[in-house]
């Protein structure tokens, strides 16, 4: 596809359950973003793959969240044991290299923690 | 100390009124800088690079001031259509977002 792809667009889940969200990157961008948006709040740094370096985790709210990268392509974010406060928008973003050039957004994924 | 600071407004204006956002970064050696715009429920998109001479692009003019730590934007002869929030984004290896800005501007 021509840009950042996100699947599912919408997700709701019971609290305590597990949950895979993927992000599909612009082909050929070797950077891959994931951030966290709350309702009305800013996006919140989540983690950050460059190429086939170790990725920065640093953001990862607490150790049930994880994510993984194959090579340069697809990504996945899962958290496991949803809770309530997981319910946010989750952005995944894609450049074609660290932090020079322009950034391109896929629309999201909606999480819903019940 | 939030890596990126900014000030969430919101900032309610006129048509036609100049209004101006500003921002600032707490990582000295922060690399590179830009402006993104997110309208309502939508992704964030690239309005423009902050470079230390200042670059213009229309109506946005966006100032980096590195003693200082600190970027801006400008917007003159605001438009409806520029309603939207907008977000500093500071890039040290990784890309950290400022809060965003909520800016409405009415008729």
């Known amino acids: 596809g021509a840009g950042v792809s996100q699947s599912p667009s919408n997700k709701v889940t019971e609290k305590g359950k597990d949950v895979e969200l993927r992000c599909d990157p612009i082909s050929g961008h070797t950077a891959l973003y994931w951030y966290r948006q709350r309702l009305g709040q800013g996006l919140e740094f989540l983690i950050y793959f460059q190429g086939n370096s170790a990725p920065d985790k640093s953001g990862l709210p607490s150790d049930r969240f994880s994510a993984e990268r194959t090579g340069e392509s697809v990504s996945t974010l899962t958290i496991q044991r949803t809770q309530q406060e997981d319910s946010a928008v989750y952005l995944c973003a894609s450049s074609l290299s660290q932090g020079y050039t322009e950034a391109f957004f896929g629309q999201g994924t909606r999480l819903t923690v019940v | 100390r939030k890596e990126v600071e900014q000030d969430p407004g919101p900032f309610n204006v006129p048509e036609g009124a100049t209004v101006a956002f500003n921002c600032t970064y707490s990582?000295?050696?922060?690399?590179?800088f830009f402006w993104y715009r997110q309208d309502c429920r939508k992704e964030p998109k690239l309005l423009m690079s902050v470079y230390s001479s200042g670059n213009e692009d229309g109506r946005f003019t966006a100032q980096l001031n590195r003693a200082s730590q600190y970027i801006s934007l400008l917007i003159r002869d605001s438009k409806l259509s520029d309603s939207a929030t907008y977000l500093c984004?500071?890039?040290?290896?990784?890309?950290?977002f400022g809060a965003g800005t909520r800016l409405t501007v009415k008729p």
């Open positions: 990582n000295s050696a922060s690399q590179s």
């Open positions: 984004v500071v890039i040290n290896n990784d890309m950290r």
